[in-house]
């Protein structure tokens, strides 16, 4: 059972890597992107921007999909999307073309993290789906780690479109590595727009549903706000180099990491929602620290570094529990729930991503308001999943009593 889960978390953790590793791949190559387009910093996050707001868009399409055709099929034809986009984007004659295909990149990559939230619910209710989701954030979290030094180094040796190339044949893997290994959870349904619109209704109607994924959606936009600006914060403003930056930013990942993996054990013996309560309380206070540390200078690059490292750790107590615990009432209609979650997580996090750009002005200050905001937002989206009703489903509670 052990080795089965195991592996299942491998071949999931790739598929949902392939998203971080898009993100942080290239972002050592910003810069060294918007003078080889001759354009402007700003306009090269929007190729951020993009990427998150097709990642929204596209999951509201895969939702159904999966509940309809099972998890695979609409799988397979994402990824084909996401490699044949990663392609044109290595070709890009300028930077607006780049931004509409990391747009079309992201409709074909958002096919991962919808199926991988729908096979977890079809598998696992309550504290177990919570962990098997802290225990992905270890799979996934070596992408953060190593995809900005690869990228550094790949910027450094051959240039930012080898980048893209490099992401094609990373899509094929997964394409290969999920006809290989990947079960399908779901029997094939034939719901039609009435059954859909049932369905949908029952999720938004869900007061629970909506707080958790705001939760969840409020702390991913902040981390979006720090992979927004954190290239120009660290690398113009602070003059870190493209390697050191992905030492940096690596650093940080683990500290992610580290934290799912303290949340795994501490689901053993604690609630989701309880561990959840707390957490987004310390990002909060945390991102006060940072806003500080922005606003007064002190501490020089050694505190950016530290606030920030806080921060995106907090953030591993975080996600796995909000999304599990937002999944919980929904086991019939796994996928088109893990589609609008996904969807009010990426939208969320484009709107903070845009901002960070469009309030530039050459300080850090815009990251650092951006990521407070998100951070506060997320505690008190927490606040009112607790005011609005008991935090332990019957689901919940159940699978508590039985250790799944």
């Not at 986009?85 to 993290?113: D, E, K, T, Y």
């Not at 999920?178 to 999720?203: D, F, N, Q, Y």
């Not at 549903?209 to 927004?228: C, H, K, P, R, V």
Request: aromatic share 6%; hydrophobic share 55%.
């Amino acid at each position: 059972m052990q080795r089965r889960t195991g592996l299942l978390a491998l071949v999931l953790g790739a598929l949902t890597a392939l998203g971080p590793l898009t993100i942080d791949m290239y972002l050592p190559s910003l810069p060294a992107m918007a003078r080889d387009l001759g354009t402007t910093a700003s306009t090269t996050q929007l190729t951020l921007a993009a990427y998150f707001a097709g990642l929204g868009i596209g999951q509201l399409a895969y939702g159904p999909l999966t509940d309809r055709f099972g998890r695979k099929r609409p799988l397979y034809a994402g990824l084909a999307l996401y490699v044949l986009a990663s392609i044109g984007c290595a070709l890009a004659p300028g930077v607006h073309a780049l931004i509409a295909l990391r747009f079309l990149q992201a409709v074909g990559g958002a096919a991962g993290p919808v199926v991988t939230r729908a096979v977890v619910r079809d598998l696992y209710t309550g504290p177990a789906a919570a962990r098997l989701l802290s225990l992905l954030m270890l799979v996934m979290g070596v992408a953060p780690i190593l995809a900005p030094l690869v990228g550094g180094w790949v910027l450094l040796v051959s240039g930012w479109r080898m980048i893209f190339t490099i992401l094609a044949v990373l899509g094929v893997a997964c394409l290969a590595l999920m006809a290989a290994a990947l079960p399908e959870t779901a029997a094939e349904r034939a719901p039609g727009p009435a059954s859909i619109g049932t369905h949908l209704r029952a999720i938004v109607q869900d007061r629970s549903f909506l707080a958790y994924t705001l939760a969840g959606a409020f702390s991913q936009a902040g981390m979006f706000a720090y992979i927004s600006g954190s290239p120009f914060v660290l690398i113009e403003l602070h003059h870190v180099s493209p390697q050191r930056f992905g030492w940096i930013f690596g650093a940080n990942a683990a500290g992610l990491i580290a934290a799912s993996q303290i949340n795994h054990r501490l689901l053993a013996r604690r609630l989701p929602a309880d561990v959840l309560a707390r957490a987004t309380l310390a990002t909060s206070l945390v991102s006060a620290l940072l806003v500080a540390v922005a606003v007064s200078r002190v501490g020089g690059l050694a505190a950016v570094v530290v606030s920030l490292f806080l921060f995106v750790a907090s953030l591993g107590f975080i996600n796995p529990n909000a999304t599990a615990l937002a999944m919980e009432n929904h086991g019939a209609r796994a996928g088109l729930a893990s589609a609008l979650l996904g969807s009010i997580q990426f939208a969320v996090a484009a709107c903070a991503s845009s901002l960070v750009g469009i309030l530039n002005d050459g300080t850090m200050r815009p990251m650092a308001g951006v990521m407070a905001a998100c951070g506060v937002a997320s505690w008190a989206a927490s606040a009112m999943a607790r005011r609005g009703g008991p935090t332990l489903t019957p689901a919940l509670s159940e699978g508590l009593v039985r250790g799944r």
